[in-house]
């Protein structure tokens, strides 16, 4: 046959549409996940890539593929910049034919990332961020907030420390919106408990690396504990240096992650009181899920926030098989009322479940740093010492001013 | 008790011992920096960067050879300062007939790299070194304790500041580079090696830092950002003692610890900001810096 050159010309045009109209058909049947986290920065050992394996973990998990369901995953690097992330994020949902976003780390970030899932009408579900407000003022129809926030940190460990004798605080901040909000929260918890707080040193973030001067003017306050309102490298740089000046305060981490104290060394850390919603030597089955999800993370334990994607992400496979592929992908917010409707179970957080404004309630734990004597080895780090149920452990909603809760 | 602005007596004397040792670093880092600069007419913005390596590098002499942390005070500027050199031979010396923008943006670019490798290596919430056995403890100085470990730091740094000043001021060393810095053909032509001398200077520069970044292994949090965290406030460190200024910015360093440390009492928010502000009321009053030479 011989080929002419419009013939071949013709046939490379066609050709050229083939792909695209094959990932159109495709997309189709396949849903897309978008895990957008911290791979460069401070909180890239708590979230970063130990998360985008705890999406993959969930999807191979899910026995999704045998129902006929195609799900990818898709990771990008939001560099703790809001308005790098919500573009990526955009871009996402525009070209990139994502119907869920996990994850985002960082309260700027995650709330940025909120406002773009509305007006898209795709799926969010947050689980490395702290701030309460994506479930209060900042609540979307289109958004799930999962594994703990602000108020869950402030309320358990606060309370706990007061209960136990810790009646006077003094506060380390970081002074930029997250910090403030911790040391507000934590601080109201406090004095309705009947404690005092004597004084708070709001430092400037980031670029701060030496606390010590805040360290002896809390120890000159006289206070009992001293409460820690920052998060990462800074909380490890306060932990560290108030065991070098002798502070005989007791610790408080109002944000502390497994990978911080895995950082800090248990003859520095041990002692410390923190608050997590999830430890992975907690019980059977989080042992069990440690153990499975360890080999894609080089050895590594999973943290609080990679839990909560994992779990997140499961519970999303699970309300896209019981709706179907085609109505998940064609409505956000519809997605996000369906995972509603849906009691949670999963290995890392148990049974719980979402409220209205978009918060997954579930327990709350409060833990010790074990002594270098009483641990077994690496990540054999916390030791329990109190629990709060899960219509306790979170803001009661009619306080959230949350526009979807009805009163 | 005695009260000094409504702050305890005791308590601002410790602010300005705590002042006097973070000085200490700033000291260090800045003089690095402004021997370079005096000499190879270089704005090292990869100083911070290998700051951060030094450190690593005593983490790794320790963790992967077993090696203690007082042959790591020797080794680790010894290692890093070769790296320098190896830097300063295969890309900064192609800069020098340039001006000194290329060069900052070399080293920004170098220093960017570096600590993107060292992240993915080595993940970003650091690794722990600890104060070695016989520096733990803290000594009761009245009013305050002051850790074993940072009394150890000053002695380090003005150890090490006064003999590098001495070096340079007092040796003939020293005299033949100012002299090369001075007119480097002219030196040349007395039959002295003046390109050998610029890369060994880059090497002890870069020593310095790395020195600095042992010095804080214990201290601070070993992590890939620990440089940058630093290097902005030495920059202007080395601005307001006067650009190339030896003894400038040893001064300039220990007394902008102590003024940072003193902000931090009275109002912490500011404390990143005010050596800038510094930075500004010297720079309007005297442009050289507080130790630069007249044009």
Known sequence: MRISRRTLLASAAAAGTLPVAGARAQAQQTIRIGCLTDMSGPYKDLAGPGAIAAVHQAIEESGI???????????????????????????????????????????????????????????????????????????????????????????????????????????????????????????????????K??????????GTTDFSSFLIQAQASGAKVLGLSNAGTDTINTIKQAKEFGIKMRLAGLLLFLTDIHSLGLDVAQGI???????????????AFANRIAPKMGGARPTMVQAGVYASTLHYLKGVAEMGVAAAKADGAATIAQLKKMPTQDDCFGAGSIRPDGRKIHPSYLWEVKKPSESKGAWDYYKPLASTPADQAFRPMDQGACPLVKS | ???????????????????????????????????????????????????????????????????????????????????????????????????????????????????????????????????????????????????????????????????????IEKTSLGATLRAATENAPLVQAFGVNVPRLITLTYGGGIALAAFAGVLAAPIYSVNPNMGTNFINTVFAVVVIGGMGSILGSIVTGFALGVVEGLTKVFYPQASATVVFVVMVIILLTRPRGLFGKAA
């Open chain 1, 65 to 195: 593929a045998a129902k006929g369901i195609k799900v990818d995953v898709v990771g990008a690097d939001h560099l703790n910049k809001p308005d790098i992330g919500a573009g990526i994020v955009r871009q996402w949902f525009d070209r990139d034919g994502v119907d869920l976003v996990v994850e985002v780390a960082n309260s700027g970030v995650a709330l940025a990332v909120a406002g773009v899932a509305k007006e898209k009408n795709k799926a969010y579900i947050n689980s490395g961020a702290a701030t309460s407000d994506l479930t209060s003022s900042q609540c979307n129809a289109n958004t799930i907030h999962w594994a703990y926030d602000t108020y869950m940190l402030a309320k358990s460990t606060g309370g706990a420390m007061v209960r136990s004798g810790g009646d006077s605080w003094y506060f380390i901040t970081a002074d930029y919106a997250f910090g403030k909000a911790l040391t507000r929260d934590t601080s109201d918890f406090v004095t309705s408990a009947g404690g």
């Open chain 2, 1 to 167: 008790m005695i009260m000094i602005f409504g702050i305890p007596g005791p308590l601002l004397f410790g602010q300005l011992l705590l002042g006097l040792i973070n000085g200490a670093f700033y000291a260090m880092l800045s003089l690095g920096l402004a021997v370079i600069f005096g000499m190879l007419n270089i704005i090292n913005f990869a100083h911070g960067a290998l700051f951060m390596m030094g450190a690593f590098c005593s983490w790794m002499l320790l963790n992967y050879l077993g090696i203690g942390y007082f042959p790591a005070l020797i080794l680790a500027p010894l290692i890093i300062g070769a790296f320098g050199i190896v830097l300063e031979k295969t890309l900064i010396s192609r800069l020098y007939k340039l001006d000194h923008l290329y060069g900052l943006l070399l080293t920004f670019g170098l220093a960017l790299v570096i600590e993107g490798l060292f992240r993915n290596a080595y993940g970003s919430s650091g690794l722990p070194y600890r104060i070695p056995q016989v520096l733990t403890g803290a000594t009761d100085l009245g009013f305050m304790f002051m850790p074993n470990y940072r009394g150890w730091v000053v002695l380090c740094a003005a150890v090490v500041c006064f003999a590098t000043w001495a070096i």
């Open chain 1, 197 to 206: 707080v004597l004084g708070n040193s709001p430092y400037p973030f980031p």
């Open chain 1, 273 to 287: 009181v923190l608050t997590d919603s999830f430890y992975w030597d907690h019980n059977d089955r989080t042992r």
